[in-house]
């Protein structure tokens, strides 16, 4: 296996790094030459309890190897505690691996607000707040890779994940914009939607392909996003069992109408084909981009 490229010296973040795809993040990354903060609260796949054994396993697991590595008990709820102790035992933080996750799933109709609200927590304001605490350090030093762990639930819906779903396209919306904000300071943000078999996806994929989605199938991808050898920025990336493939936005050419006399609900139905024809489709890049039939329509119809 090649191991050209090494992130020696540098301190990676690795949260829900218990089990799973994290702790596949945590092993690699370590076997790259990074120092690593194995982040686990213990709790279940649902988001209760609390157990400090998992995160210290995978960190045993990581100084058998020869590697570096510490152990953080905290809810990601506590960014800031998180970050500390990473600046407190290594002196810096260099990549953050956004990976936490629990489950609620139920039929939207079924949902209650503690199902909503915990998933959000931990998925999208958890990123949120161990991001929020590790980007004055990474702008600081003029460099950092942040790593968003999305789904495909987000991207495509999946039945009884709407808290879960949600959660998840959010995550992309939070990377497209740190992109462009932390491109001026040598930090780059990127997303994957991973399929691993872990025990938050057991006896959501039938027994013969779970077990051929290792979690260790999707590491590579996050370890390459997370060192210097990635020079991009803002992309959203599908990965399992051995795969790899970037999602992007496409666009239909849309149909336009006279701004100036307006347009009826009838209009749209007489269009509708022609609205939702995507060929010759446009792939926007930023919100400038988004932005340009809308602004060429307008130009059509010059105020008078």
Known sequence: MRMSIRLDDKVVIVTGAGGGLGRAHALLFARHGANVLVNDLGGSTHGEGASASAADRVVAQIREEGGTAVANHDSVSDGQRIVEQA?????????????AGILRDKTFHKMDDSD???????????AYKVTRAAWPHLREQNWGRVIFTASTSGIYGNFGQANYGAAKLGLYGLTRTLAIEGRKHGILVNAIAPTGGTRMTEGLIPPQVFEQLKP??????VVYLGSGECQDSGGLYEVGGGWVGKVRWERSLGVGFDPREGFSAQ??????EQIGNFDNAVHPQDSLQALQQMMANLQKYPQG
């Open 116 to 126: 909503w609200e915990q998933v959000y927590q931990v998925h999208l304001e958890g």
């Open 267 to 272: 209009d749209v139905a007489a269009n509708w």
């Open 216 to 221: 260790e199938l999707v590491s590579p991808l």
């Open 87 to 99: 600046m407190d035992s290594f002196g810096r933080v260099d990549v953050v691996i956004n990976n």
